[in-house]
């Protein structure tokens, strides 16, 4: 059974992994324009959000999810 803090941790993972793959776009000129477009701030920001729903899971414990 999956717990509450192994969710948070999976979340927060991925939400990491992808603001390092947004991020990662900008540094490897892999896009078109230079510099942050919209959607980037927008999946930031996301990211971000998910990385807070990821803490509070973790901060719950080891209740099942």
Known sequence: MVTKRQLGTFIIVLSVLGIVGIAA?????????????????????????????GLILVRLGDRPA
């Open 25 to 53: 776009v900008d540094v490897f000129d892999a896009g078109q324009w230079s510099g942050f477009g919209p959607l980037q701030r927008i999946g930031i920001a996301l990211g971000l959000g998910a990385i807070v729903v």
